[in-house]
C-alpha cells in the first residue's frame, strides 16, 4: 500500500513494511529503494512524515537535521489538514482494534474494517445513525477545548426509558482515544494499546481530581499483560539487542509516546519529564553489525514489547519450571473418575508441558489420609511408593528421585500414570491430607520455584489447613453470608505467602460433589497468581464432565507460563495507583509479585489524581518482569497513553462501560468479603445512581429538577444493564439458595476473567437458532459467521424455537414445546420432542445442513474467547424441571427473577432515585 506519497519529492514512492514498522521508500523509475526518505529540496512540500525522517546511514550531523525537520513539523502542520488528510493508514490487521490512531482519518478507516461478528446493518443501519443525532441540550461541542489538533469527543444523550438495551452495542470498540496529534511518534497501528491488553474507564482523564469526582466515574485501568494470541493476532515484537531504555528517575520505558530533544541525543520521559539520554547502541543494528534505523526500532512503534533483559535484571540465572502435582485419591476423588481422567490427562499432555529447554521437571504426590510419594529412578522401569503417614511434620524420603526430568525420565513418568488409577481403584479411605500433601510439595519444588498443581475432590481434613463444613443452610441469604466467603483458616493466607516468597504458584482444580470450601482454598491461588477451577457435583461416567475437565486441565498444564514475575504499573506524575485488585501479592506499595503469570488474567487497578495535570496526555505503563519457561529473563511493557480534558462532557463522551463494568465487578467482590453482600449490592445501584445523578445535573437541561426521562450518554448506555447482570449473578445476587462454593467460584471468575469472558459472564450472549440467516453457522470471512445476539429477554422464547444461551462458562440449548419433530430430528436425532433428555449433552453432527450449522454456532462459541475455560452445554426443555429451566433463565437478565428487578423496573428505580436526589 503507498503511503504518503503526498510529501514525496516526483518519481518516488512509498510502501509501508510491517515487518520494520516503517516506511521504504522506491524511486519508480529504477526500482533503487531506502529507509530514508528521499530529499525533498526539489518540491516545495512538507517536511517528511512524523516517525520515519530518521536514518541509520547518515552521520550525527544529518541525524540532527532530520530531528529537527521532525520537531518543525510538529509545531507548524498540525493544522494543516490537507497534509494529514494524504497520510493513508498503514494495513492493519482485520481483526483488531487499535485505539488511538495518531493520523485522523486513521479511526474512521478502521471504523470500517468488519469486526468479528457479523454486524453491518448495526454498524451504519438506520438504528445507529439515530443515536448519533445530537439532542440540542447534549451538544456540548461548541464548548469543548480543541487543542493540538485534536479532535474534540462529542456526546450524544439517549433516553434510557424509551431506547431497550441492544446487545450489539456490547461488540463495539470502546470510545476512541483521541491523542494530540504531536503525541506519538509513530504512525504505527500498533503505537498505542489494544483494549485487549489495556483499556481504561475513561479514555479522556480530567486534569483535576475536582473534574474526576463532579462526574463520579471510576477511574481505573484494566490490565491483561498476558493474553494470549489467537490465530490471526499480531505477535508481540521481541527486542534481542538487551538495549534498554529506561527513564533515570521513574524508571519506566522508552515508548512511541515519548520526545527526542537535543538533536535525537536525548528522549524526554513522558512520564515524570525527565530528560534523558539516548542509550549508545540505541541506532546500531546488531544482528546486521552496522548503523540502524532509530524509527523502525519496535519500542518506538509498538504499545506491547517484549524485552530480552540483561544480567543486571536477574537475581539469579532462570530457573527451570518445576511442576508438582498434588492428586486426592481419597475414595471421593478414585469413585468421581477424577483420578483417572486427571491421570489420562497428564499422561496425554506430557508433550504439551513447557519443556523447550528440557529442564522441566515433575513430581507426583498422590494423598488421602497419608501421603503416597513416588520415585522414579532413571533408567529403573518401576517407580516405587513411599507412604508417609506421619502428618505433623512430613519428611521427605529420597527427595533427588521424587522430582525428576520430565524428558530423562519419561518412561518412568508414564508408567506411573498409567499405574495410578488401579493403584488405588479400591479405595475406601475418606479423609484428605491436602495441608501436608502441599507442604510436601513446596519443599520438593520451593528451592527453584515452579507450580503446584492440585487435584482435590473433597474437603481437607486431616493436619494442617484441615477445614469443617461450616455451612448453616440458615444464614444464607442472611447478612452474615459474607462470612461463609472469606477464608476460614489463616493457614492458606500464611501458606500462600511462603510460597510467593519461594516463587511457587498454586492452581487448584476442585471436584468435589459436597461442599469443599472452595472460599479457603481459593485463597493459595489468589495469592500465588495462579487460578482455580471448579467442578461442582464431577462424574467422570458423563463424558460430558470428562471431555471439560480434561479440556482445561490439559490446557492450564499446556500454557507457557512465565515464572518469577514482578508487575509494576507507572503513570504520568499527578495521577497515582492507589490500589489493585487480582491474584497476587503485593511486595511492597506497587510491586505485584506473581510466581507465575498464567494467559489471559485480568488485573484492575484503581487509580486517583493527586495533582492537578498539566500534560496534554498522559501514560500508564505495566511492566512484568519474568522469566520464560525458555530459560529467558524477559520485561513484558504495555504503554497506554490518553488525551486529558479539562471538560466534563469529553469525560462522559470518551467512558468505556465494558472497563467500568470490569472494575465495579471487582469492587462488588471486594466488598462481599469485606463488608457484606448486601452492601455490595448497595454499592452498585448506588454508584449507578450517583453517576446518573451526576449525568443529568451538568449534561442536561433537567438539571436537578425532577424529570419524566432518565439521560445518558449513549457511550455508556449497556451500563445499568452491565450492572444488573452483576446484580444478578451467582457471586452477587440476593439469594438463600447459593451454595457458598458456587459464590466463592464466581468470586474467582469475576475477578480474574479479562473482559472478553467478563462480559459474557454477567451479560450472557443468546441467539435464536431456529430462524437463523442461512449463512449463520457457516463459513465466512472472518471464520464462522454467527447469529445476532438477541436483548436478554424471554419475551424472544418462542414455542416453536431453538435458542443457545451461552456465559462463557456454561451454555444453555433451549428447545420450545412446540418445536416440530423436523428440527428435533434434524439436531438431536429423536423422532419428538418427548424423547429428548434434559441435562449436559452433547450434540450429534448429523448429515444435514442445520445440525452442522448448530454444531458450528456452538463450537465456535467454545473457542471464540481466550482462556481455558470448556463450558458445558445443557439442552432445556420449556418443560425442564425447576432447578435446571430457571438456571437457563436466570440468563435472561432483563426479566424480573425472584425478588429482583427486570431492567424496566430497574431503569425506572434508577429515575426514581435520580429524580429523588439532588446533586
Ligand atoms: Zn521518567
Redesign the pocket.
Known amino acids: 500500500m503507498a503511503s504518503n506519497n503526498n510529501q514525496l519529492p516526483p518519481g518516488w514512492t512509498a510502501e509501508w513494511n510491517p515487518e520494520n514498522q516503517c516506511y521504504l521508500f522506491i524511486e519508480t523509475a529504477t526500482g533503487h529503494s531506502q529507509w530514508e526518505p528521499p530529499a525533498t529540496s526539489q518540491a516545495p512540500s512538507p517536511p517528511p512524515p512524523v516517525s520515519h525522517a530518521g536514518g541509520g546511514g547518515g552521520g550525527l550531523q544529518s541525524k540532527r537535521r532530520q530531528y529537527a525537520a521532525k520537531a518543525a513539523y510538529n509545531d507548524d502542520y498540525t493544522d494543516n489538514s490537507g497534509y494529514m488528510s494524504g497520510l493513508q493508514q498503514p494495513p492493519a490487521p482485520q481483526q483488531l482494534f487499535t485505539p488511538g490512531l495518531a493520523g485522523s482519518g486513521q479511526f474512521a478507516s478502521q471504523q470500517n474494517q468488519q469486526p468479528h461478528y457479523p454486524q453491518p446493518d448495526y454498524i451504519n443501519g438506520p438504528a445507529y445513525q439515530q443515536q448519533q443525532q445530537m439532542g440540542a441540550m447534549t451538544d456540548q461541542f461548541s464548548q469543548m477545548g480543541v487543542n493540538q489538533g485534536q479532535r474534540p469527543y462529542a456526546l450524544h444523550t439517549t433516553n434510557l426509558m424509551d431506547k431497550p438495551p441492544d446487545p450489539r452495542e456490547l461488540l463495539r470498540p470502546p470510545p476512541e482515544i483521541r491523542l494530540p496529534s504531536n503525541a506519538c511518534i509513530s504512525d504505527s497501528p500498533f503505537a498505542n494499546a489494544d483494549p485487549s491488553y489495556h483499556r481504561c474507564t475513561i479514555n479522556a482523564i480530567p486534569t483535576t481530581s475536582a473534574l474526576l469526582s463532579k462526574s463520579k466515574l471510576p477511574f481505573a485501568l484494566v490490565s491483561t499483560p498476558y493474553r494470549s494470541l489467537k490465530e490471526g493476532d499480531p505477535p508481540v515484537p521481541l527486542i534481542t539487542d538487551t538495549v534498554i531504555a529506561r527513564?533515570r528517575?521513574?524508571r519506566?520505558y522508552i515508548n512511541p509516546f515519548v520526545q527526542f530533544v537535543d538533536g535525537g541525543n536525548r528522549w524526554r520521559?513522558t512520564?515524570?519529564n525527565?530528560s534523558n539520554e539516548v542509550p549508545q547502541m540505541f541506532d546500531w543494528d546488531q544482528e546486521r553489525n552496522q548503523a540502524g534505523n532509530r524509527w523502525a526500532r519496535a519500542e518506538l512503534n509498538h504499545s506491547v514489547v517484549e524485552y530480552v533483559a540483561p544480567t543486571e535484571y536477574m537475581v539469579r540465572p532462570p530457573q527451570p519450571v518445576f511442576y508438582c502435582f498434588l492428586i486426592d485419591v481419597s475414595h471421593a476423588a478414585v469413585s468421581s473418575g477424577m483420578v483417572a481422567t486427571a491421570c489420562r490427562t497428564l499422561l496425554e499432555s506430557l508433550d504439551r508441558i513447557p519443556n523447550d529447554d528440557k529442564r522441566t521437571k515433575v513430581a507426583i504426590i498422590c494423598f488421602d489420609v497419608a501421603l503416597h510419594f513416588f520415585s522414579m529412578t532413571p533408567g529403573s522401569t518401576e517407580s516405587s511408593m513411599l507412604v508417609v503417614s506421619d502428618l505433623d511434620d512430613v519428611f521427605m524420603p529420597k527427595p533427588t528421585d521424587l522430582l525428576v526430568n520430565l524428558t530423562e525420565a519419561r518412561t518412568q513418568i508414564e508408567g506411573l500414570l498409567g499405574r495410578i488409577g488401579d493403584m488405588f481403584q479400591d479405595s475406601h479411605t475418606i479423609g484428605s491430607a491436602l495441608g501436608p500433601a502441599m507442604q510436601a510439595g513446596y519443599k520438593l519444588i520451593s528451592a527453584v520455584g515452579g507450580k503446584l498443581i492440585v487435584l482435590s475432590a473433597s474437603l481437607p481434613s486431616l493436619g494442617e489447613g484441615s477445614l469443617k463444613n461450616r455451612v448453616d443452610p440458615k444464614i444464607l441469604g442472611t447478612s452474615k453470608e459474607s462470612s461463609l466467603l472469606q477464608p476460614a483458616s489463616s493457614f492458606y493466607k500464611t501458606f500462600a505467602i511462603d510460597c510467593s516468597r519461594s516463587q511457587v504458584s498454586v492452581d487448584m482444580f476442585l471436584t468435589s460433589a459436597t461442599y469443599q470450601d472452595v472460599a479457603t482454598l481459593a485463597c493459595l491461588p489468589h495469592y500465588t497468581s495462579g487460578q482455580t477451577y471448579f467442578y461442582p457435583a464431577f462424574n467422570a461416567s458423563k463424558p460430558e464432565d470428562a471431555i471439560k475437565f480434561a479440556h482445561e486441565f490439559g490446557e492450564v498444564i499446556a500454557m507457557p507460563i512465565m515464572v518469577e514475575a514482578v508487575m509494576r504499573v507507572r503513570a504520568t506524575k499527578g495521577l497515582r495507583l492507589s490500589s489493585f485488585h487480582g491474584n497476587f501479592f503485593v511486595r511492597s506499595t506497587d510491586l505485584l509479585a506473581m510466581p507465575a503469570v498464567p494467559n489471559d488474567q485480568s488485573y484492575a487497578i484503581e487509580i486517583q489524581i493527586e495533582d492537578t495535570i498539566t500534560s496534554p496526555f498522559v501514560l500508564m505503563q505495566t511492566a512484568i518482569l519474568h522469566s520464560t519457561c525458555t530459560g529467558e529473563r524477559r520485561i513484558r511493557v504495555i504503554t497506554l497513553a490518553l488525551p486529558t480534558t479539562t471538560n466534563l462532557s469529553e469525560v462522559y463522551a470518551s467512558a468505556d462501560q465494558i472497563a467500568i463494568a470490569t472494575y465495579l465487578a471487582n469492587k462488588a467482590v471486594e466488598r462481599s468479603l469485606s463488608h457484606k453482600l448486601e452492601d455490595a449490592r448497595e454499592a452498585l445501584v448506588n454508584k449507578m445512581v450517583e453517576v446518573l445523578g451526576a449525568y443529568k445535573s451538568t449534561m442536561t437541561a433537567a438539571g436537578s429538577g425532577a424529570s419524566a426521562q432518565l439521560s445518558f450518554c449513549d457511550n455508556m448506555r449497556m451500563l445499568p444493564l452491565l450492572i444488573l447482570g452483576l446484580l444478578k449473578n451467582v457471586g452477587v445476587r440476593q439469594s438463600s439458595h447459593i451454595q457458598p462454593d458456587l459464590r466463592a467460584y464466581a468470586h474467582c471468575l469475576l475477578t480474574t476473567l479479562p473482559a472478553q469472558l467478563l462480559v459474557p459472564y454477567i451479560h450472557p450472549n443468546f441467539y435464536s437458532l431456529h430462524d437463523m440467516p442461512q449463512e449463520c453457522g457457516t463459513v465466512g470471512e472472518h471464520g464462522i459467521i454467527m447469529p445476532e445476539p438477541l436483548p436478554l429477554s424471554s419475551e424472544r422464547l418462542v414455542r416453536h424455537g431453538l435458542f443457545l444461551i451461552d456465559d462463557g462458562q456454561s451454555m444453555f440449548l433451549w428447545v420450545g414445546q412446540d418445536a416440530v419433530p423436523q428440527l428435533i430430528m434434524d439436531v438431536f436425532d429423536l423422532p419428538s420432542f418427548e424423547a429428548l433428555r434434559n441435562g449436559k449433552a452433547t450434540l450429534p453432527l448429523l448429515e444435514n445442513p442445520f445440525s452442522q450449522r448448530v454444531n458450528a454456532v456452538i463450537a465456535k462459541t467454545r473457542e471464540m474467547r481466550r482462556g481455558p475455560y470448556y463450558p458445558h452445554l445443557y439442552v432445556v426443555k420449556q418443560d425442564a424441571p425447576g432447578e435446571l429451566r430457571l438456571w437457563a433463565l436466570s440468563c435472561l437478565i432483563q426479566d424480573r427473577s425472584d425478588i429482583i428487578w427486570s431492567y424496566p423496573q430497574f431503569v425506572d428505580h434508577l429515575k426514581g432515585k435520580v429524580n429523588g436526589t439532588s446533586y
Do not use: A, L, T
Open positions: 527513564c528517575r521513574c519506566s520521559c512520564i515524570c525527565m
